[in-house]
């Protein structure tokens, strides 16, 4: 006599396959990392790295910064894009490319105004997961009602 020995597989045991969030985040410079904003880089870096992995670091910036400033962004693990004129519109041109990146899940922009509307709308429309990092609540009511996440530096805990 034979015996049947039944196999099944039990999903609710089965290793769940989990695509990780891939990032790419956007510091408009000039706007953002201002002394009186005491905006902390590696604060926003460390809270990314909880929601996914960083694949693209950039801090854009103008003509005018220092040395100094330039040389600590690079040790916080950003690359540094350096522009002649309106930063808004590199990094704005910027971040419409990576939306057609595929390996890219999620952009996020740390910025104060509303000049990155369209690369947001563009993100959303291509299914990309959207946040923007605001300093104060009054400011870029029009990212915060678009995106799909905002995220307040002045309220964020840090571990």
């Known amino acids: 006599m034979f015996k049947f020995l039944s196999l099944f597989i039990d999903k609710s045991k089965s290793p769940k396959i989990s695509r990780r969030n891939n990032i790419a985040i956007f ?7 201002r002394k009186e904003f005491n905006v902390d880089l590696s604060k926003i870096r460390r809270y990314l790295q909880k929601e996914g992995v960083l694949k693209v670091a950039r801090v854009y910036l103008n003509q005018y910064a220092t040395d100094k400033l330039m040389e600590a962004v690079v040790n916080l693990g950003f690359e540094t894009i350096i522009t002649v004129g309106d930063v808004d519109v590199a990094m704005a041109v910027d971040a419409t490319d990576i939306v057609h990146n595929k390996e890219i899940d999620t952009i996020v922009f740390v910025t104060r105004d509303s000049d990155y509307l369209p690369a947001i709308l563009k993100a959303k429309k291509h299914g990309k997961n959207t946040m923007v990092f605001l300093v104060e609540e009054g400011s870029a009511t029009a990212l915060k009602n678009t995106v799909d996440k905002v995220v307040f530096m002045d309220k964020l805990k840090y571990e």
């Open 27 to 33: 510091v408009d410079g000039p706007n953002i990392l």
